[in-house]
């Protein structure tokens, strides 16, 4: 047996008859269907030339075919490039030709784009259903493959950042950064072979498979693993589950079901929320109506996670919890990283066998994005509390400097929020000609209580300082946000340009 991420994953000693994964369909796959699976996948991906340390691309729907290809990939050394399935043709060429993979697997309805912007690498297909040329060639391989040596520091992952701000990033993501996470958050969230977690989210991002599906398979637990959420059907399902793992939208969603109700959620043990901050409001809601406390926390594609609320012990809304053990975490001078003192506001930075190895083909980038002492820079603000509690204030693109004063999107955002009739909402900064930078606020209507923006101003008087009061109060029906939950201020940005004329 060799020591790698694949069989702490997948491990030999786990009992084969073991439940692994059931689908939304009823069908189920124990760990050693799931390990044969993996046998054949990988003797496919040989076959058509990925050698350790080769990167394999996938754009593909989710399905049980996609997880395997996964975790295929780890068997066979090669590594890992989930891509969005939201990325149009244009997008997907920038990744093609960043990462050079040695093969491309995308959905059937993709294949001739994908063919076209391949540059010679061999490309196969796989469909929601986990159907395709790729499963077709599985189909005729023997289940045995013997697993790829890799050490601690090799490749197991690239992550595409978003790229909001410029150039996509890829994260690269080691056997060993991928390991330690998860058998943390195995201790930390009291993770056991009797746990069924109930898995909606997408596998193209951490949160979902670096998180959700290495902690089952590590614990030798079970997953059911449904396509998408859909609030009706999750909710039918919570009483086969132990854990949910979810975005704030999800829990938002749930809420509007008139089923949601402790009897519904006997079974869990555990909710948690990430990708997204959580509303207070929701934390609240969410354990008036379930007697149930989210455990919100706090992580980043470059270092899985960071901090979490305690299992035992007070969930407070409004933070991320405690750093994880083996993570430090301080708060610094934006612009010189010396440590600032408890409760102040700064520029978040963190050290760990969990943070990413550097982005891929970007030296000068990633030695831009680390301290001397080892800590990565992660863009986002914030404070330890008197508790140890760490309080997330925003990123720091998002800061607004306004006639010369720091304003941070999330304190006026928590003031707006709590007023009568707001849903939700989101501050930024705009160009003003007085002031720099003028705050904006876009609010979200609940639809029960009116809102005006005159109202909203006249309400954030008496609660903030005159500085941090938005100039302007647009009223919005959505907020634009990516796959994860997150808000895109950059296209709020862009969109609401021109407020102030």
């Known amino acids: 047996m060799t020591d790698t991420l694949f069989d702490h994953l997948l491990s030999p000693a786990t009992d084969p008859a073991r439940l692994a994964i059931e689908t939304a369909d009823g069908a189920r796959l124990s760990y050693g269907d799931l390990r044969a699976a993996t046998g054949r996948m990988a003797n496919v991906l040989v076959a058509l030339g990925a050698r350790p340390g080769d990167r394999v691309a996938v754009q593909v729907e989710k399905s049980v075919e996609a997880l395997v290809l996964y975790l295929a990939c780890l068997r066979a050394g090669v590594v890992y490039l989930p891509l969005n399935t939201a990325y149009t043709p244009a997008e997907l060429a920038y ?48 289940d045995d493959f013997a697993t790829v040596a890799r050490g601690a520091d090799d490749l197991a992952a690239i992550l595409y950042t978003s790229g909001t701000t410029g150039r996509s990033k890829g994260a690269m993501l080691t056997q060993g950064n991928l390991l330690s996470n998860a058998r943390v958050l195995q201790t ?73 109700t402790p009897e519904a959620c006997r079974t869990i043990r555990l909710f948690v929320s990430g990708s997204a901050p959580l509303l207070a409001e929701t934390h609240r809601a969410w354990e008036e109506r379930t007697g149930h406390r989210i455990l919100e926390r706090y992580g980043m594609t470059e270092t899985g996670m960071l901090t979490s609320n305690p299992y035992d012990g007070d969930r407070i809304a409004g933070t991320v919890g405690f750093p994880l053990p083996g993570v430090d975490l301080r708060i610094t001078d934006p612009a010189t990283g010396e440590p600032l003192e408890a ?65 941070y999107p999330k304190e006026v955002e928590g003031e707006i929020d709590a007023l009568p009739g ?80």
């Open 95 to 142: 990744f093609v030709g960043d990462a050079e993979p040695a093969l491309i697997v995308c959905d059937p309805a993709r294949l001739d784009a994908t063919v076209a912007l391949a540059a010679g690498a061999p490309v196969r297909t796989l469909d929601a259903q986990g159907r395709g040329s790729l499963s077709d060639a599985a189909a005729g391989q023997p």
């Open 422 to 501: 707001v849903l939700e909402s989101a501050v930024i900064g705009i160009p003003h000609p007085d002031f720099g930078e003028g705050v904006v606020a876009l609010v979200v209507p609940d639809g029960k209580t009116p809102v005006t923006e005159a109202g909203v101003l006249a309400a954030l008087k008496e609660r903030l300082a005159r500085y941090k009061q938005p100039k302007r109060v647009v009223l919005v029906a959505e907020l634009p946000r990516n796959s994860m939950g997150k808000v895109q201020k950059a296209e709020l940005r862009n969109v609401h340009a021109g407020v102030f004329g």
């Open 188 to 260: 930390e969230w009291r993770f056991g072979a009797d746990d069924v977690l109930l898995h909606a989210l997408p596998i193209f991002h951490t949160h979902g498979l670096f998180v959700a599906c290495n902690l089952v398979l590590l614990s030798g637990a079970s997953m059911v693993l449904l396509p998408r959420f859909d609030p009706a059907d999750v909710l039918a399902r919570l009483p086969a589950a132990t854990v949910m793992m979810g975005v704030p939208t999800f829990y938002t969603r749930l809420l509007g079901q008139s089923g949601l």
């Open 343 to 407: 409760g102040a506001i700064g520029a978040i930075e963190v050290r760990g066998p969990n943070v990413f190895k550097g982005y891929w083909r970007m030296p000068e980038k990633t030695a831009a994005e680390f301290r001397p002492g080892g800590f990565f820079i992660t863009g986002d603000l914030g404070r330890i509390d008197e508790r140890g509690y760490v309080h997330i204030v925003g990123r720091g693109k998002d800061l607004i400097i306004s006639g010369g004063f720091n304003v």
